[in-house]
Every structure is written in C-alpha cells, then in structure tokens.
C-alpha cells in the first residue's frame, strides 16, 4: 500500500511544482528562477517538518513516505536547479549563479531547521 500512497503523493508533488512554476513565471518574472528556489524552499520545510513527526512517531510509516518520498520526492527540482544554474554560468551570468546557489542553500536549510522547530512545538 505504500508504493500507491508514494505514487499518489508523487502525482500531487508535480502539479503542485508545476502550478508553483507557472505562478511563478507569471507574478514574479523569468529574470530569477523563483520558481525552483520557492518549491526547494518550500520542500526543505515540509521534508523537515515530517521527518521530525516522523522520528517523534507522531506520523505513521506510510505518511511519512507519502509525504516525504512522494510529494516532496515530485515536488523539489534539484536537477532543475543545476540545469538552470549551469544555464546561467554559461551565459556569464556570475552574480546571478552566486546568488542563486546561496539563496538555495541558506534559505532550504533554514527551512529545515523551521520545519523540525514547527514539527517540534506541537
């Protein structure tokens, strides 16, 4: 049974990426990839949150692979992000790479911890 709760995360996982792309893409503009930094930020709180419920046996086996393998499996782009930061190094686009890789790495991680200080509270 966990495989379909797997899949069926994993399908709500990629339209929730792809709705948050295309919000992205059209409210915030293509000059940074919003997107992907909003859905890895995003993921690294919801990964942290239920892996601490999980670890706390607040949430089953079977949720926390639903969410975690599933959802956040489908919903974060880390192959995304690579691409899109090799696209901007080839295009010279050094600030921008920087910028990005620090963005993405400080705010998923503080995310992380949010998420297991959120999880923690409860």
């Known amino acids: 049974m ?6 069926i995360f994993g399908a709500l ?6 709705g948050v792309g295309v919000w992205a893409k059209n409210t915030l503009g293509l000059i940074f990839p919003y997107g992907t930094l909003l859905v890895n930020v995003l993921g690294s709180f919801i990964l942290g949150f239920i ?3 999980a670890f706390e046996n607040r949430v089953s086996e079977s949720t926390r692979l639903a969410i975690a393998v599933g959802f956040c499996g489908a919903f974060t782009t880390f192959s995304t992000f690579e691409l899109e930061l090799m696209n901007a190094i080839l295009e010279h686009k050094y600030g921008l790479a920087a910028l990005y890789v620090v963005s993405s790495l400080t ?10 200080g959120l ?3 409860l």
Do not use: D, E, P
């Open 119 to 121: 999880a923690g509270m």
């Open 2 to 7: 966990n495989l379909v709760y797997i899949a």
């Open 51 to 53: 892996v601490t419920l």
């Open 107 to 116: 705010l998923g991680l503080g995310a992380v911890f949010l998420g297991r």
């Open 13 to 18: 996982g990629s339209l929730a990426r792809y």
